[in-house]
């Protein structure tokens, strides 16, 4: 069985507030003959954003001249790097094992990977791997605010610490390092296994979901939060949306 809405677009706003529910609210039940959501993400009039930066210290780790970072990727018309995800979901499929931790590696002056995803109340690895200096430092997302969720210096290649991440009322965060201001990247932080990151083609697929009506939103670390509407999944039934950053 197969419904298919019409095509959603995204208001292009940020969200002051989001749910408070966090990954300790949500319920793990069995879900069974559970639907689908299966779409994409255009970009609709965004453009590809990036910044040069000017590589000013530690040249022989982190290479000479400038670095461009990527802040937002537009294929084909279709955004890059953005994530799909139900909000306020209060029971169904367990999450996955691998959402419980996150390890984001510094080495050559670049966390990876630039886009992680982990789970509310899971804990956070940042890795030093480099001969020198860097201060790790994780900020929530909050509409156009943010919180500092981890400041930390790690001065030895080798150095790792590990953090609980519990985040308030975002869905996200952005990391920096304070000693070089061209190292960035984002992690999307789930509240419920109902999301799914696009491919390069941004399609995305969300399985396992109850039967009823959602609310289904896009996230991106740079852009920021969208609504996307209400969703109908009915048992066993695949449900189509195409959104319209």
């Known amino acids: 069985m197969k419904k298919t809405l019409s095509k959603i ?19 793990e039940v069995e879900v069974t003959n559970g639907g689908s959501i ?25 290479g000479e ?6 802040f937002v990727r537009v294929n084909e018309g279709m955004l890059q790097d953005a994530v799909v995800f139900l909000s306020k979901v209060g029971e169904g499929k367990a999450f996955p094992p691998e959402l419980a931790t996150l390890t984001l590696k510094q080495e050559g002056c670049e966390f990876a990977p630039a886009l992680g995803v982990m789970s509310n109340l899971g804990e956070l690895t940042a890795l030093n791997a480099d001969h ?6 994780t900020y929530e997302l909050i509409g156009n605010a943010r919180r500092t969720v981890m400041n930390v210096s790690q001065p030895n290649a080798g150095d790792e610490v590990t953090k609980k991440v519990k985040l308030r009322k975002g869905n996200g965060m952005k990391v ?31 399985g396992d979901i109850p039967a009823g009506s959602y609310q289904i939103m896009v996230w991106h670390g740079f852009l920021g939060e969208v609504k996307g509407g209400t969703v109908e999944v009915t048992a066993g039934g695949e449900t189509t949306v195409d959104l319209t950053y």
């Open 176 to 206: 920096e390092c304070d000693a070089h201001d061209f190292m960035h990247s984002f992690v999307f932080v789930a509240r419920n296994p109902y999301f799914a990151v696009v491919d390069e083609n941004g399609q995305f697929s969300i």
């Open 65 to 70: 001249g400038t670095r461009e970072v990527n």
């Open 9 to 27: 677009t995204c208001a292009a706003a940020f969200l002051g507030m989001a749910t408070m529910a966090g990954a300790a609210g949500y319920t």
């Open 38 to 62: 299966v779409g994409s993400v255009s970009a609709g009039a965004q453009v590809s954003e990036s910044k040069t930066y000017t590589i000013s210290k530690d040249p022989e780790i982190c």
């Open 132 to 137: 020198t200096l860097h201060n790790i430092h």
